[in-house]
């Protein structure tokens, strides 16, 4: 079989069906864990990995990756994705009121939310995205997810495992120094990722079970000049042509703070939609996150002259769920 090109320009533009089933069946890991697997790419994250991930920590601090979860969001109702809605059930004025049937004066606060799993900083599990009607490890798509859920690789399966080494490639500042931004459709390339991981040195360093943070700028763009057409609309990210650096580092995950990881436009003349995530989720199994605020990380990482740490980014244990809201903590 040939290797597919790493490069952009060698992309059929006029066949996304062609390219796609190329890295898909080049960098296919179905059965590599067994044929019971749920975990995909999670598996490269061992006991030993963690314990080595721990020991990165040496001054203690600690950074959030979450944006907000509120009604300022980024979404805009495509395909119902809404932005979080919070609503409060009791509130302080029902307690001055003495109306909440509670003895001796006790007065409380309750609330509510309610959101689409995936409308803000969250993982994309193995049951989101199938290819020709097949899910992770070659099971039939609609044999995994069904009207109750992902009853075989629900993010629940995840949710202990996603602790690691954490490696911040800063892409953004690293190709753009000046605005410390890529632009939107700048689509970014193995040489792209193997350039940055060098300029940075060698705490920078990608390998099996790391999880790999991409900063392309785009995030601290919309927050400083509105959302626009952040949901859905032109990004920088990585091209289709990564799958096979994808693969070979044997990453066990990776984020970026776009709504949609690969670039958009997507790398084609002809309609196309998220190619990449059609390679990497069903195919190569592996646990993709989106919109993930890495501002607060790089400058911090920048300051301390190493990028890599423990990161702790479990997804919430939503019972047959094929993604989940989260709240990264790099702890360096």
């Known amino acids: 079989m040939t ?32 044929d019971d697997d749920v975990l995909g790419t ?6 030993a990995k963690r314990a080595a991930a721990a020991g990165l920590v040496s001054d203690g601090i600690t950074v959030s990756l979450a944006q907000p979860f509120d009604m300022n969001g980024p979404q805009k109702g495509w395909r119902r994705r809404t932005n979080p809605v919070h609503t409060m059930l009791d509130t302080g004025t029902d307690a001055e ?6 003895p001796h004066g006790l007065g409380g606060a309750d609330d509510v939310i309610a959101m689409p799993l995936q409308c803000s900083t969250q993982w994309d599990g193995l049951g989101h995205i199938f290819d020709h009607g097949y899910a992770w490890n070659g099971r039939r798509a609609g044999e995994v997810v069904t009207s109750d859920g992902d009853l075989i690789t629900g993010i629940e399966h995840a949710a202990s495992v996603v602790v690691s080494r954490g490696v911040l490639l800063d892409l953004g500042r ?7 931004e890529l632009p939107d459709g700048y689509a970014i390339t193995a040489a792209d990722l193997r350039s940055c991981v060098e300029a940075q040195g060698p705490t920078s360093q990608v390998g099996t079970g790391d999880i790999v943070l991409v900063r392309t700028g785009q995030y601290a763009r919309a927050r400083r000049d509105g959302w626009g057409d952040y949901a859905g609309g032109q990004a920088p990210g990585l091209s289709l042509s990564t799958a096979g650096w994808l ?14 990881f690969e670039v958009r436009p997507n790398e084609f ?12 989720i069903p195919n190569i199994g592996l646990t993709i996150g989106e919109m993930w605020d890495l501002e607060l990380l790089a ?16 997804p919430l244990p939503i019972t047959y769920a094929v993604g989940s809201p989260i709240n990264p903590i790099a702890v360096l």
């Open 3 to 34: 290797t597919p090109s790493e490069l952009p320009g060698d992309l059929d533009r006029q066949d996304p069906e062609g390219e796609i089933r190329a890295r898909a069946e080049a960098y296919r890991n179905w059965g590599r864990w067994g």
């Open 42 to 47: 999670l598996n490269f994250i061992d006991d």
């Open 97 to 102: 009121r003495g109306n909440q049937g509670f």
């Open 174 to 180: 690293h190709l753009f120094p000046g605005t410390g």
């Open 247 to 260: 693969h070979d580092t044997e990453i066990a995950a990776i984020a970026t703070d776009t709504w949609g």
């Open 269 to 280: 003349d002809v309609p196309a939609f998220q190619p990449l995530h059609q390679v990497v």
């Open 299 to 314: 400058t911090t990482c920048e300051r301390l002259g190493r990028y890599e740490f423990l990161l702790s980014a479990p």
